[in-house]
């Protein structure tokens, strides 16, 4: 019978000598008294950003599109002020931007995007030529990318014998 308080004393030493002190976390020596230590990550407050996008035809004004969003994912559907006529009937033409901005410093960030609209093209035709009528589709066309911005500087993102389209994004202050 004396062995058994003997085990019991023993287990109970081998499971203490395995738990570790609890020590209190201490700043890396060095730093003065408030100072965050490297380690820890500062909460960056949050700011708005202003997005411009403007594109130019070869034969027509500028156009342009601007919002304004935080960090993060954003999205515009809506229409443009121009349509296509098919047979004497206004078929409106939609607009798209969506994308999503991550800033990398208050100087730079990160921007994917799309930039597309919806353009309607005939597809059948019926009845005689006076009064027909045609069928329809519409088929989304545009620019998709990814890329680096400066804050507060324009940056062509895409040329061709179509127009050109520029991007600028403008970090604003509180």
């Not at 098919?86 to 799309?114: C, H």
């Not at 069928?135 to 890329?147: A, D, E, I, K, P």
């Not at 911005?149 to 050109?164: H, L, R």
Request: hydrophobic share 35%; charged share 15%.
């Amino acid at each position: 019978m004396k062995t058994l308080p003997l085990i019991l004393v023993a287990a109970m030493v081998a499971l203490a000598s395995q738990s570790q002190p609890v020590l209190p976390l201490r700043p890396p020596p060095g730093l003065p008294p408030g100072q965050p230590s490297p380690t820890t990550v500062a909460a960056k407050d949050p700011v708005n950003y202003l997005i411009r996008v403007e594109w130019k035809e070869p034969k027509g004004d500028p156009k342009s599109l601007e919002l304004l969003t935080a960090e993060g994912n954003f999205e515009f559907d809506g229409l443009q002020k121009n349509s296509v006529k098919i047979n004497n009937n206004d078929v409106p033409v939609t607009l798209k931007l969506s994308g999503s901005l991550t800033a990398l410093s208050d100087e730079k960030g990160r921007l994917q995007l799309f930039l597309g609209r919806t353009v309607p093209y005939v597809t059948g035709s019926y009845g005689s030529v006076p009064g027909g009528s045609s069928t329809y589709s519409q088929m989304s066309v545009g620019l998709q990318s990814s890329f680096i911005v400066k804050f507060g500087q324009p940056a062509v993102i895409q040329t061709d014998e179509n127009g050109q389209i520029s991007v600028l994004v403008k970090r604003l202050a509180d």
